[in-house]
């Protein structure tokens, strides 16, 4: 609860949103496979663009489908990775909807399958978009990438049935699983010889 400020009614406001602090921002967590992987400059602006979003929708933390909205304008990988057509529009036209259509729902509520382990340290994430975060450095650092980049993010957002995104993909008419095998088959690439540096 804040203090309301009598003299000119604006209050003593907080943030919603706590900022992340430098062990969250590196994407870091001791005694895990991540440790030393950092984000990419992309998914760092990835994550700045999902705080404000979520700031903007009024929510109280980061979840998988404000990564997932942030992700598809801020990184062009990850918005080719869905192709060209309707799916697309639709994703972007619900995503974009979210804070007067479905996603009136989620508001109050905390993003946790229970799934995935709760990330204690993960402040200003949900529970899924925290391990999300988690599990898209360790799959950069088994890559031999020392930065966890978009298409490291999105892969571990369509992980668990539960998250918000997948809700969103599955109403766009994208199939999770289908979208999660493209992803990997990029990844084969990448470390069969091709390009390492993604």
Not at 23 to 36: F, L, N, Y
Request: aromatic share 4%; with cysteine.
């Amino acid at each position: 609860m804040t203090r309301l400020d009598v003299a000119d009614g604006v209050g003593d406001v907080q943030p919603r949103i706590p900022r992340q602090s430098a062990q969250e921002q590196d994407c870091r967590r001791p005694d895990t496979p991540a440790d030393g992987a950092r984000l990419s400059d992309e998914l760092a602006a990835v994550v700045s663009g999902a705080r404000r979003r979520a700031l903007r929708d009024g929510d109280r933390q980061i979840d998988s489908a404000h990564l997932l909205h942030s992700l598809l304008e801020h990184d062009p990988d990850v918005y080719a990775v869905f192709g060209e057509g309707p799916q697309i529009a639709r994703l972007l036209g619900y995503l974009v909807q979210r804070s007067i259509g479905y996603g009136l729902r989620w508001q109050g509520a905390v993003e946790d399958s229970g799934a995935v382990p709760v990330v204690l340290h993960g402040e200003g994430f949900s529970p899924l978009a925290a391990a999300a975060m988690e599990h898209a450095c360790r799959r950069a650092a088994l890559r031999g990438d020392t930065q966890a980049r978009g298409i490291d993010l999105l892969a571990a957002i369509v992980v668990d049935p539960q998250a918000r995104a997948v809700e969103v993909l599955d109403r766009a008419g994208i199939d999770a699983t289908a979208l999660r095998a493209r992803i990997d088959g990029q990844r084969d690439e990448y470390v069969g010889g091709g390009d390492t540096s993604r």
